[in-house]
């Protein structure tokens, strides 16, 4: 049968590791966070949210005259503004996880999360 000193050590290890772990994912996390902006199928812009600094808006412009603002801020990126009829793009809010895009039919936009590894990140 093992010591009680013996046990304190293996949970103290375990513990460690456990931390570690935890520490290598959100840190993983963060540096995964780069937004792909598409227009008809064409990358526009390709975005590192982990390196943004402060605060931004850029337009998009459709070959046929409609407008999306795209807002960025660290870590998550919107579609602020548009003048598509159905404001679909507009309601689905912040975009921090790659659970799913933004897109906006109208004018065919998509920005969608990939990770690092997956895209050559450039902040602005």
């Not at 963060?30 to 937004?35: D, K, M, N, P, Q």
């Not at 507009?90 to 790659?98: A, I, K, M, N, Y």
Request: charged share 20%; hydrophobic share 45%; glycine share 6%.
């Amino acid at each position: 049968m093992l010591k009680t000193r013996t046990w304190i050590i293996l949970l103290a290890a375990a513990a460690i590791l456990l931390a570690a772990a935890t520490c290598y994912t959100l840190s993983a996390r963060r540096e995964s966070a780069v937004a792909q902006v598409v227009l008809d199928g064409v990358v526009l812009r390709e975005i590192d949210l982990s390196r943004v600094a402060e605060a931004y808006s850029f337009t998009v412009e459709t070959p046929d005259g409609g407008r999306n603002v795209v807002s960025v801020e660290p870590g998550r990126i919107r579609v602020s503004d548009a003048d598509c009829p159905d404001q679909t793009c507009v309601r689905q809010g912040w975009l921090s996880d790659q659970a799913s895009p933004i897109v906006c039919a109208p004018h065919g936009l998509v920005i969608s999360l990939k990770g690092a590894a997956d895209a050559d990140a450039a902040t602005r």
